[in-house]
């Protein structure tokens, strides 16, 4: 079955430059996620979008934005990287939000910033 | 926000050995998850259960809700069930992790 891919795996950034990653969702899936996993710690939620309008903001930076496009992909544009945005990225995918609603995740993107 | 804490922070078991994890919150959900991140990072998840008990496997768990906890019941364990285990509890439109389990199994 298909799965929520996640791109690039791996990115390597100098401070202060821009990165996007990006998420395809599992077919059909309507609603998705982001997290950030910084070392030894659990997934902070960054942002989610339902039907390509954004429905739910945590603790995502004002240096951050992203969007869901038509066919449903997501991309998360970080700009002036620090190095405390060195983390494992996560999209997440669902249909119809979290209300009762499987989430399966994709296997991350890792951002490293020198 | 709705406040989850899962116990132990670490567990070491023999090859062999059953373990249970457990995962409070704070508030009623209609969805609650566990996922293992393996060591290369992946969340790959066990079970969708905001309710109940659910077996796959060598594992299940079991949510009562009415009592807002839910537990994790790992049995043989193996070397390969080595890493993070997450609870993870809808929070309005995402869903709240809380900080984990490392269990590590020992040949």
């Known amino acids: 079955a298909a799965g929520v891919i996640q791109s690039p795996r791996h990115l390597i950034k100098e401070k202060r430059e821009t990165a996007t990653l990006k998420c395809y969702p599992i077919?059909?899936?309507?609603?998705v996620y982001w997290y950030q996993q910084g070392p030894g710690q659990d997934p902070q939620f960054l942002i989610s979008?339902?039907?390509?309008?954004?429905?739910d903001k945590g603790s995502i930076p004002d240096r951050f934005s992203a969007q869901q496009f038509s066919d449903y992909h997501s991309e998360l544009n970080m700009s002036s990287l620090e190095l405390g945005d060195s983390a494992l990225y996560f999209c997440?995918?669902?249909?119809?939000?979290?209300?009762?609603?499987?989430?399966?995740f994709g296997a991350g993107s890792r951002l490293t910033v020198l | 926000g709705i406040q989850v804490e899962q116990s132990p922070p670490d567990l070491i078991l023999q090859e062999g050995a059953n373990s249970t994890l457990r995962c409070n919150f704070s508030?009623?959900?209609?969805?609650l998850q566990w996922f293992h991140q393996n060591p290369w990072g992946q969340l790959i998840n066990l079970f969708y259960i905001p309710s109940g008990t659910k077996q796959n496997g060598r594992l299940s768990a079991t949510t009562v809700a009415t009592e807002r906890y839910s537990l994790l019941y790992i049995s043989s364990s193996q070397t390969t069930d080595s890493g993070v285990y997450f609870c993870?509890?809808?929070?309005?439109?995402?869903?709240?992790f809380g900080a984990g389990t490392r269990l590590t199994v020992k040949p």
């Open positions: 979008f339902y039907e390509k309008m954004q429905s």
């Open positions: 997440a995918s669902s249909l119809g939000g979290t209300g009762a609603n499987v989430l399966t």
């Open positions: 077919p059909r899936h309507d609603t």
């Open positions: 508030d009623s959900v209609n969805n």
């Open positions: 993870a509890v809808e929070d309005g439109n995402d869903m709240r």
